[in-house]
Structure formats: structure tokens, C-alpha cells
């Protein structure tokens, strides 16, 4: 099994149980603006990411700084969790759990997640075109679009839905052209 396997399946528990907590206590909102601060926190800094994954810092240490850094931010409850994870030594998987977490929050509101790559910035009515497309294509009756700008697509852009991709990129196109070729 690979180690990034382990950490999803560590993870999914952890973030099935938060889900459960938030529904039951109608905290959903809540929880997803917390976490989603606290994704955006970690993405931007990598020292903050660095510190809570160095075995050498204590525990005490690490829940300090975040107890100070996140108290005025986030939902008591998800500080709480926090500090659990750093008791347990799975604050690492900390990114695995809020990704975890939202797929599940997402599949519990019928919310489809299109996973889009683009050699350019889209404008508002692009995106929204291309929701009302793919809420089409899905028959779904929301789609959150992430979007990811990818330099080396030369032009169009990839969509992936779940384990579905559909590629309508350039360098896509010149890929299928020269494996056509090279097969015949």
C-alpha cells in the first residue's frame, strides 16, 4: 500500500467523524468556513505546515501557536480538533482530513466537484458557461469549479470529474495525435 493511500485511509475517519459532529449540531457552515481558513492558512505558508509536521516540536508547543493563531478565527469545535490531532500525531494529515471532509460535505449536498485546468485565466461568463454545461453533462444541481491555471496545456483545458477527464487542451490533442500516428 502506498503512503498516500495510508493517509486517505487514516484521514476518511477522522474526516467522516467532523462531518457527523457538524451535522448533528447544524455547524456545517461553520465548519466549512473554518476549515476553509484553515486550508488557505496552510497553502500560503509553508513554515506554519513545516513546524506542525516537525516531530521535534512538542505538543504543547504546536497547540500553543495554534490555540494563539486560530482561537479569533476558527469555530471552538474545530480547535478543539486541531489539538486532538497534535495529541494523536496525525496533524500532519491535516490537508488529507479538510479534503476528505469537503468531498463527503460536497457529496452530502449534492454539490459536484469539477477539477478544472487551464493554460488561462477564465472570465465569469466562461465559468459560468461551462457549469451550466457540466451541471448538463452531470445532471447535478450544483458544480464548484476548482481551477487550477496550467501553463503547459498551450491552449483549452482539462476536466476532471471524480475518476472522469475530459481533455480539450492542445497539448491533449497533439498527445492523441501523435500516439494516433505512432500506432499506425
Not at 495510508?6 to 476518511?12: D, E, N, T
Not at 516540536?57 to 493563531?69: A, F, G, R, Y
Not at 452531470?138 to 470529474?161: A, H, P, R, W, Y
Request: charged share 20%.
Amino acid at each position: 500500500m502506498s503512503r498516500q493511500s495510508s493517509m486517505i485511509k487514516v484521514a476518511l475517519p477522522y474526516a467522516e467523524a467532523l462531518l457527523e459532529y457538524a451535522r448533528k449540531n447544524q455547524l456545517i457552515n461553520e465548519v466549512n468556513e473554518s476549515l476553509t481558513f484553515i486550508s488557505d492558512l496552510l497553502s500560503m505558508s509553508t513554515d506554519l505546515k513545516s513546524f506542525l509536521s516537525n516531530p521535534l516540536i512538542t505538543s504543547v508547543v504546536k497547540k500553543n501557536i495554534l490555540i494563539e493563531l486560530l482561537s479569533d478565527q476558527v469555530n471552538d469545535f474545530i480547535l478543539k480538533f486541531l489539538l486532538v490531532l497534535i495529541d494523536r500525531g496525525r496533524i500532519t494529515l491535516l490537508t488529507s482530513i479538510i479534503s476528505k471532509y469537503s468531498n463527503l460535505a460536497y457529496k452530502l449536498n449534492s454539490i459536484t466537484i469539477a477539477k478544472v485546468s487551464t493554460s488561462i485565466t477564465l472570465t465569469e461568463e466562461q465559468q459560468e458557461a461551462l457549469i451550466s454545461k457540466l451541471k448538463e453533462m452531470t445532471e447535478s444541481k450544483c458544480v464548484k469549479l476548482e481551477i487550477n491555471i496550467d501553463t503547459s496545456l498551450i491552449g483549452g483545458f482539462m476536466i476532471q470529474i471524480g475518476s472522469k477527464i475530459i481533455d480539450t487542451s492542445l497539448s491533449g490533442k497533439l498527445k492523441q495525435m501523435t500516439f494516433y500516428l505512432k500506432t499506425n
